[in-house]
Each structure stands twice: as structure tokens, then as C-alpha cells.
């Protein structure tokens, strides 16, 4: 946890349990929906096992998350939030907030990330404008290191969306092509998917349907709503 501040003011006690490293972000994770050891890594990947490990033991002990077996795997096991945990969702969520009003979006896309950026695509899709078959969606970014350059989501009724790094080996619906700052921001909502597409930064070849729709199957951050109050300023 982090250090021991000795002082009795409750946002003192709550800083020694949510301000050591990784934690919030965790928890930001955990809020998204991941409950699994392996889905948690995904969606923090620069965190080493062993440290996703300690702060899970450590959110655990004071109460903040519970582990229990997940149903029909009893060697398996899924973290979820606690009543103190959920409590918790609003200050989580200011945080991504004030990042998104108060921090320059030249420095978040200076942190490029296309894995965490398929992952929260991924989760945050919506999948009831796609057609009621099976969609494979490739995106490619070309300007990534080479092994993080081709992502597919794989999307069908009734089952959770899948996102793959290694080609899943079904007939491609659409391609997306985008260079990686680009397909950030639109995410992030600091640049329009529309105007992308209009002056070629955006690239789609496919299935018409799923092209002509795609603002609204592709769902962005949960953030991409708040407007900059430097812009503003």
C-alpha cells in the first residue's frame, strides 16, 4: 500500500489504501467489468504479474474487493467488488474526468498504447446495430511495432466480443487502417471519426453495411464526451 501517512483524517486513511501505484488504474479496470486474473492484465499490461497479484491480496484485505470461484471451474477464480468497491465508482470515474478536461491531449496521445486501445474498443462495443451473424473486424496500424500492428474483433450473437492478436483464422468483414495517434484520438474524442474518414486518415474496406455504421458500433471512450477546459480556455 502506499506509505503510512499517521494522520486521522479520513482522506488521509483512503490515500494509504488508493494512492500506491497501479491502483487506481486497477480498479479502473475492475469498474470496466474485468474480473479474471488474466482480462485484469490485459487491460494493464505494463503491470508485472507479480505486482497485479499484491495489489489484488492488498485490496482484498481491506475489504475493497472479494474472490470467489468462478461457477463450473473450481480451480479458477474472478475478483469482484465489494460494496466498498463500488462506492468507489464515482471518484474513479472524476478522475478520468479531470484528466480529460485538465491534461493536454498532446500528452495522453503521447503514451500510445494499441493494445489497451483494442481492449477498451472491445469492451465498450456496440454490438446491436452489427448484423445478427458472425462479424470479424480487422484494424491494422501500420505505424506500430510490428507484433501489435493487426487486431481482430470477432463479434457474434449471443457471446461475449472476442478480441485476438493472432489472425482467428475467419473471412474478414472489414478492414480498418488507421495510423495508431489517429485511432486514439477519435477514441479519446479529441478527433472526429467522420472528418478522419473524409481526409483519408481512416481507412475502411469491406462489408458496406458494417462501413456505412460504423459510428455506431464503434463506441467510444467513456470520457470522449468531456470537453477540454484548456480548449475552451
Not at 72 to 93: D, K, Q
Request: hydrophobic share 40%.
Amino acid at each position: 500500500m502506499a506509505q503510512n501517512y499517521d494522520q486521522f483524517c479520513p482522506v488521509a486513511m483512503a490515500a494509504e489504501i488508493l494512492c500506491s501505484r497501479w491502483t487506481i488504474v486497477l480498479l479502473r479496470e475492475m469498474l470496466a467489468g474485468s474480473t479474471r486474473f488474466n482480462d485484469l492484465r490485459r487491460g494493464v499490461p505494463r503491470m508485472s504479474p507479480a505486482l497485479l497479484s499484491q495489489r489484488l491480496k492488498e485490496l482484498e484485505e481491506v475489504g475493497v474487493i472479494g474472490r470467489q470461484p468462478v461457477p463450473g471451474e473450481p480451480s479458477v477464480s474472478e475478483y469482484v467488488l465489494t460494496r466498498a468497491g463500488e462506492e468507489l465508482r464515482p471518484i474513479v470515474m472524476a478522475f478520468g474526468v479531470w484528466g480529460q478536461r485538465w491534461i493536454d491531449s498532446d500528452l495522453s496521445l503521447g503514451k500510445l498504447d494499441p493494445g489497451l486501445l483494442m481492449w477498451d474498443m472491445r469492451r465498450n462495443l456496440n454490438c446491436n446495430p452489427m448484423p445478427k451473424r458472425r462479424c470479424t473486424i480487422e484494424f491494422m496500424y501500420p505505424d506500430a511495432p510490428k507484433t501489435q500492428r493487426a487486431w481482430w474483433l470477432v463479434v457474434a450473437p449471443g457471446q461475449d466480443v472476442d478480441l485476438c492478436q493472432v489472425d482467428p483464422g475467419f473471412d474478414v468483414d472489414l478492414y480498418v487502417s488507421s495510423d495508431l495517434r489517429t485511432m486514439t484520438a477519435i477514441w479519446m474524442g479529441h478527433d472526429s471519426l467522420k472528418k478522419a474518414l473524409r481526409g483519408g486518415q481512416v481507412k475502411l474496406t469491406g462489408d458496406k453495411q458494417l462501413a456505412q455504421n460504423i459510428e455506431s458500433w464503434l463506441a467510444l471512450s467513456p470520457f470522449a464526451k468531456e470537453k477540454s477546459a484548456l480548449r475552451s480556455a
